[in-house]
C-alpha cells in the first residue's frame, strides 16, 4: 500500500469503525467489514469478505477464550484485512500492488 494512502485507509478505519470498546475510541468489527464491502460495491460475497477478516484475525490464537479481541480488529489488522480482499476479488496473474490498488479504488471513496 502506498505510503500516499495511508491517510486515507486511516480515515476509513475511523469512519467505518462501529464496534464500541470500554474506555477507548470505536474499532472495526466483522459487521463493518460486511458494511465496507456492500457500501463500496467490492467484488466479493459476504462469505469472502467473512473470510478475509476471519484470516486478518489469525494472531489471536484462542477466538473463544479471547472474543472480545476477536470482535474488533485494529489498524495493522484492517490492512491485512484489505490485502486479503485483494488477493480474494483478483485471483489473476497481475502484480499484488495493482490488486492491492483495485481494491482502494473501491473503498476508498467511502472515507
Do not use: W
Not at 474506555?23 to 463493518?32: H, L, W
Not at 466479493?44 to 489469525?58: C, G, M, N, P, R
Amino acid at each position: 500500500m502506498h505510503r500516499d494512502n495511508l491517510g486515507a485507509i486511516a480515515a476509513l478505519y475511523k469512519t467505518m469503525a462501529t464496534h464500541p470498546i470500554k474506555g477507548a475510541a470505536k474499532t472495526f468489527s466483522k459487521d463493518d467489514a460486511l458494511a465496507v464491502g456492500r457500501l463500496s460495491v467490492l467484488p466479493l460475497t459476504e462469505k469472502q469478505l467473512t473470510v478475509a477478516y476471519a484470516l486478518s484475525k489469525s494472531t489471536i490464537a484462542d477466538e473463544m477464550a479471547d472474543f472480545d479481541s476477536y470482535n474488533h480488529m485494529t489498524r495493522t489488522e484492517f490492512f491485512e484485512f484489505l490485502a486479503r480482499c485483494a488477493a480474494l476479488a483478483y485471483v489473476e496473474t497481475t502484480s499484488f500492488a495493482k490488486k492491492i490498488e483495485r481494491v482502494l479504488d473501491y473503498v476508498l471513496p467511502l472515507a
